[in-house]
């Protein structure tokens, strides 16, 4: 287990005690957030989105001088872009109307341009060549736009009336304090931020802090530099009295990584803090194990506060509205899925939010238990049930629709903890390091790209699994009945779906419980809205069976007292023989047969050759199966034991 001696028992106890209320804080607090945040600028800004195709970003660079008390920004901003296109002879960058656009240059040449619409256009003469490299600098300045919701740079107080300015793009508000191409999936490969202030300001940006400079009057110059691919809306200013907190996460036998708080003087003397605070560094080491290595190690990670509650995944310095164990796991958790890997629509949002709640929740198990873990599952798949629509976001010119939080967070993270299920503890895992490490690494990826990756790890297809749970909406509503008859269990299954989706593919966990006290699980692949399967060699007496008992599945479930329907005539005449068996099993008894299916204990479809009926079993490893045979909309599954 991947904790450190500095989290005592004790910790642990004040957590389970302390925090129970807290645990689910990340993800409301952050889909309220960013709901509320961009939704008025959306309505009204009329921005275009995604930015410019013609052009794609290579590298930004932002010089910022921000006067607090007139609430105003002058702005120096810096863009190279290799062209996309051919003969293009004018491209445009973002930029809210607020502003006004003193002059822009191209490639070292003042050049003619209009800003309309939330765009500056840059036009000239002669067009640019695909694959050219060109260099853009904009000069601007103005007051940031101001609504009921705060957008742009946010110029705010904490405590005792001390000032505080931050910022927050997602999804689409960049635009609202400095020139862009607004679109996730066109990251600058590096980024300089310079944000110059008067020197009651500690300014913090992404990256390593390269300088401050002393301007002599009264303002000193902040220079961060981040030398890692960066989507346009994790870049962030955050600037107060802060108080900074130090420590070090140590990732080998020779190098540290520096992990920095920037907290308000108030925060800093809370008591409460500073045991949350110190479970960063275990988080990195949970889940730099689990997902890979720290996506930005030669650099830094940390939380800067700012003033509004919830979080943001700024890249490697997290703002923070308040601090609490799941707003912790979260925007750490972020650094990997929606920084490293970032979703490359907002449709594609389930890649970035419903992975980062996932890692609360697997925090949560790890730094806490397995039963805060399945009380915090089971809130999510209670408040999943109420979802509508596809966790695929239909809608993403509604931000309230990209931020839903029973849906993007809740049912968003419960669908990775049922694939979980799916695919078994090893090849999840190795799912989620290979999506983070090889060809999606730095870049963006959408929601069928990690299928690949999780289908390529796990060596079969999957589509059935996000058809149903991605792309599919409802849940399944299942009722089962049961009965023992010497050494064989019959059960019958049957299912519904909720709305939209009729008919779920999942394996289903049944447990045998037996009146001498033990237990066992069998997995079946329920696969059709009606099941009959037969479950040989059990010698104990059964005394009840739980459906699906580790709750791995969204679902309702009713167990059913009428057995009339487990003695039908197929279901007692079919026979499979011998069994056990070795090479050859045979059947007999079975009528209107579509097709038939041979699965293990884990779910997975195994290949076979069928022989009039006789099965050739002779290269399967030895174990229990399930042979389903099919009709349209359902199946009688068969147990066999293969020695």
Known sequence: MIMKKLIAIVLLFYFQISLAQEIDFSGVKCSHFKQKWSKEMLDKSNLRFPGDGQIDVNYYFLHLKIDPNRQYLTGEVTGRYTVNAENVSSFFLDLNNAYTVDSVILNGQRISFSH?????????????????????????????????DGLSIEFDTHGNNQSVIWTLSEPYDAPSWWPCIDNPADKADSCDVWITLPSFYTSVSQGNLEEIKVNGDGTHTTKWKHRYPIAHYLISIAASNYQKLERYFTHSETDSMLVVDYLYPETLNNPNVGPLLNLTVPMLELFSAKFGEYPFIKEKYGHAMFGFGGGMEHQTISSMGGFSFGLIAHELAHQWFGDKVTCKTWRDIWVNEGFAEFGDLYAVQQLIGEEAYQKQVSDYMTASKKVTGTIAIENTSSVSSIFNYAKTYQKGSVVLHMLRGVMGEELFFSALKEYQTTEFAYGAATIEDFQMVAERVYGESLDWFFAEWLFGTGYPIYSYSWQQIGQNVNAFVKHQGSSGTTTFTMPVQLQLNYEDGTSEIETVMVDKNQVMIELTGKSGTIKSIDFDPNNLIIKDVTELQDLSVLATEQNVSSKLYPNPAQELIQFSGIEELNDIQLFDQSGRVKQIEISGNAINIKYLPAGRYFIHFNTNDTSLVKSFIKN
């Open 116 to 148: 309309s619409s939330n765009k500056i256009d840059f036009s000239f003469s002669e067009g640019l060549s695909k694959g050219e490299n060109i260099e853009t600098k904009v000069y601007y300045r103005g007051t940031p736009p101001r609504t009921s």
